[in-house]
């Protein structure tokens, strides 16, 4: 069966019967379009942008576990934001292949304005993606001008014509590069008065010609706190006109609901249940493994976390016992200052570690422990306290914020520039 018949938003006869989930696991942008607010947590609202809560991928892969579960017939899991998938791309392709490791039945898409996007066509053609959409406002850099306040292309932040052509260019030399990979691709078109309302159906002819093969011509929603916060909506006589203009050249979505990034349930009849299983998960933390049942704690005397982990010249271990307390299993050295792979050595000595408590820690440790399964976290308080949040899967109550320059005041030995 053609995947894109159990796909709701490419398939208007799938809407009823097929779901999606968006999977908000993309916060970055690296445009900023005169339309855009991406204002967090009102659930009231329904326009790209907005999320209730950003997922990790690994995250993402326990809320689509529980859809699953409770709504066998989403069919779709797609990546809308609530930045750009591409501005985050490490998050996007890791959600993707989680998800598609556990779930390869199910339908994978993007969402994007395909700044970023040609790099990693071929990666997310072998992650199982079958459907991108790219939204396209102008072909014609003077329009697109207008709609863009800047666009940040190999790191320069881009401004008027100049920003409008880079981002176009992109855009379009993907739509071939997606189709010669096997891809429906899908082109969202902004409806924006006097701006670019004329110029879609020239936008239609182009993205054609390139291979695009359907076209959602969505209104402008007049949204507070953007330059575009002044104009009046499209009326129904344009949209119809800017709609009809450009089915000439491109078969037209006309049942598109202007979904959420974390858009979950049938089209234009969301789930709330279904939601609040994201702001669960969003709040929820599986901080421990079973293969790694410990947790590692800086401090000084076994009751507080209060040592920095450049200072530490031990670390207590403690685990959870049957009757749910903690207990101090060991007190490990640790290696000694000034071996160029001493964090590497560290990690190494925690391996039965799923945490690491600490009140301080430097950018070079962080960046190690990145690469590991053990987590780093900057706290205070009674180690009890932290333990009970941790076994219990609750995020810390005491989460330090701490920066480089914290170091050289919590130890007094540092120089600000991170452990060494």
């Not at 809407?15 to 942008?29: E, F, I, Q, S």
């Not at 936008?203 to 093969?213: P, R, Y």
């Not at 507070?224 to 078969?251: C, W, Y």
């Not at 333990?387 to 995020?395: F, Q, S, T, V």
Request: glycine share 8%.
């Amino acid at each position: 069966m053609n995947k894109s018949s159990k796909h709701p938003c490419f398939n208007a006869e799938a809407k009823g019967k097929y779901g999606r989930v968006h999977l908000p696991v993309a916060p970055k942008c690296n445009i900023q379009c005169k339309y855009c607010n991406r204002k967090y947590d009102c659930v009231n609202e329904s326009r790209p942008g907005v999320t209730s809560a950003v997922l990790s991928p690994e995250e993402a892969l326990r809320y689509v576990d529980k859809i699953r579960e409770k709504a066998p017939y989403i069919s779709t899991v797609g990546i809308a934001g609530p930045g750009d998938p591409f501005a985050n791309p490490e998050e996007t392709l890791k959600s993707i292949e989680l998800i598609n490791a556990k779930y390869p039945d199910m339908i994978f898409c993007l969402s994007t304005n395909g700044l970023g996007l040609y790099p990693y066509i071929d990666r997310i053609k072998e992650l199982g993606v079958t459907h991108v959409t790219i939204t396209i406002n102008a072909v014609d850099p003077e329009i697109g001008a207008k709609v863009y306040k800047w666009v940040h292309f190999k790191k320069r932040n881009l401004r008027g014509v100049e920003a409008a052509k880079a981002l176009m260019d992109e855009q379009l030399r993907c739509i071939p590069a997606l189709k010669e990979a096997g891809m429906t691709v899908k082109i969202n078109s902004i409806i924006v008065p006097d701006i670019n309302d004329k110029h879609i159906p020239e936008v239609a002819k182009k993205v054609k010609e390139l291979g695009a093969d359907i076209m959602n011509c969505i209104p402008l929603l007049v949204t507070e706190g953007t330059d575009f916060e002044n104009l009046e909506n499209p009326t129904q006589e344009m949209i119809a006109e800017v709609r009809d203009s450009a089915e000439k050249h491109l078969p037209m979505m006309r049942h598109c609901q202007r979904c959420r990034a974390d858009a979950v349930g049938l089209l234009g009849k969301d789930d709330k249940c279904l939601s609040g299983e994201l702001r669960k998960i969003s709040v929820e933390k599986n901080w421990i493994k079973k293969d790694r049942p410990c947790v590692a704690v800086a401090t000084y005397e076994g009751l507080l976390v209060n040592q920095h982990l450049g200072e530490a010249e031990c670390l207590h271990i403690f685990q959870q016992t049957e009757d749910g307390k903690f207990r101090t299993i060991e007190k490990r050295l640790a290696p000694p200052k000034g071996n160029d792979d001493r964090w590497e050595q560290v990690a190494e000595m925690l391996s039965d570690c799923s945490v690491l408590l600490v009140s301080g820690v430097g950018e070079k440790p962080l960046e190690t422990f990145k690469k590991t399964p053990i987590e780093v976290l900057k706290t205070g308080g009674l180690i009890d306290e932290n333990l009970k949040d941790i076994y219990a899967g609750r995020p810390l109550k005491n989460v330090a914020s701490g920066d480089i320059a914290s170091c050289r005041m919590s130890c007094g030995q540092g120089t600000g520039e991170g452990c060494c």
